[in-house]
């Protein structure tokens, strides 16, 4: 397969348009249902700089800065130098995760222990992984392709349809709705359908598409997706004050509204509401955390929604959409910034 090196909207819109019967008859990668990260958007996500969240738990060292090659345990991860703060790739075991700039996390297994997430070619039953300094490629046992780079740009595709991510964060996908794109600011798609919303100055508005003088990006609406399902993603530095996990006013306003476009999508589904935070803090501090967060949003959707049916989760911090450390070793405030999050997903079935 020809490397992809660079991505521009008419290779993305032909690439998607001619994969897509491909992957509606062929079963493709497997993707990981239990983060609702796993989804296309508007945009990426700004770089905040607070770096308040899951830091207030017992502290976690950090580990050596690593090449991204095999470490002395034969296991890889997301600290291990292949996802920065636009994404990349990362590797538990045989699982290997794609990570966009836009916050899709994708994950394939490989059918073999991953151990060098830079220099890697190997074969198995379920496809064909290949690992390089700047893109992973993964080809199902089907043949149909999917790819991420460096910078977070890539094509997903699964049998729900393919998607296209281009390097400013706009989105190309075909899928059963037909072919649509999205713009990196969200503006091309409405409130229920996709792109970027931001809270303004008085945290008591949520603006969809432009950005209010003063504003802060809350969160982001989907329409391009794996998986066959829909998700808000909303930014737990706006919900939330530092370390805690009762929701701001400007973060019930945000719930809220979230609420209100939901509603006439959900009606008879579950929808999965899940935790993520950064790594600071313990593993088991941070999925204590993560569920309490969680657990605060699922509580307004009920008092706006009464008869949601929910399920209510949490990852800690074991599904990151950035790098927690930077490549030296040291903090990475803006990468921590982009992991807290709430995710709210359902079927589109």
């Known amino acids: 397969m020809k490397r992809i090196t660079s991505l521009t909207t008419a290779t993305v819109v ?17 993707v990981t249902a239990g983060t609702a990260s ?65 916050g899709i996390r994708f994950t394939v297994d490989a059918g073999a222990p991953v151990t060098d997430l830079h220099h890697t070619n190997s074969k198995t039953p379920k496809g064909s992984l290949t690992l390089t300094d700047r893109q992973a490629t993964w080809v199902a046992a089907s043949g149909v392709p999917s790819t991420v780079n460096t910078k977070g740009a890539g094509v997903i595709a699964d049998p729900s ?9 706009s989105v190309t996908c075909a899928n059963k709705k037909g072919l649509q794109f999205v713009g990196s600011d969200g503006a091309k798609g409405s409130a229920d359908e996709s792109g970027l919303f931001y809270v303004d100055k008085s945290g008591k508005k949520t603006v969809v598409g432009k950005q209010p003088d003063g504003g802060k990006l809350a969160g982001r609406y989907v329409v391009c997706n794996v998986g066959n399902t829909s998700t808000v993603d909303l930014k737990a530095d706006v919900l939330f004050a530092f370390g805690s996990a009762k929701l701001t006013p400007s973060g019930k306003q945000v719930v809220d509204q979230s609420a209100i476009s939901i509603k006439s999508h959900v009606k008879g589904k579950t929808v999965a509401v899940v935790g993520n935070t950064d790594s600071k803090g313990s593993d088991a501090f941070n999925l204590k ?22 399920k209510v989760t949490s990852n800690g911090e074991s599904k990151p959409i950035a790098a927690n450390t930077k490549s030296d070793g040291s903090d990475n405030p803006t990468g921590r910034a982009k992991n807290r999050r709430v995710t709210i997903s359902w079927p589109n079935k």
């Open 161 to 169: 349809g393919v998607i296209g991510v281009l390097p400013d964060g």
């Open 289 to 310: 955390l993560g569920k309490q967060r969680a657990d605060a949003v699922a509580a307004e959707l009920r008092s706006k929604l009464p008869g949601i049916q929910l």
């Open 38 to 102: 796993s989804q296309a958007t508007g945009g990426a996500d700004a770089a905040p700089t607070s770096t308040g969240g899951s830091s207030s738990g017992p502290s976690k060292s950090s580990d050596s800065a690593s090449s991204g090659t095999s470490t002395s345990s034969g296991k890889v991860g997301p600290e291990d130098g292949a996802l920065g703060d636009d994404g990349g790739w990362y590797a538990e075991g045989s699982k290997v995760t794609f990570v966009y700039n836009n």
């Open 14 to 30: 032909l690439a998607t348009a001619g994969m897509l019967s491909a992957c509606q008859q062929q079963d493709g990668p497997a």
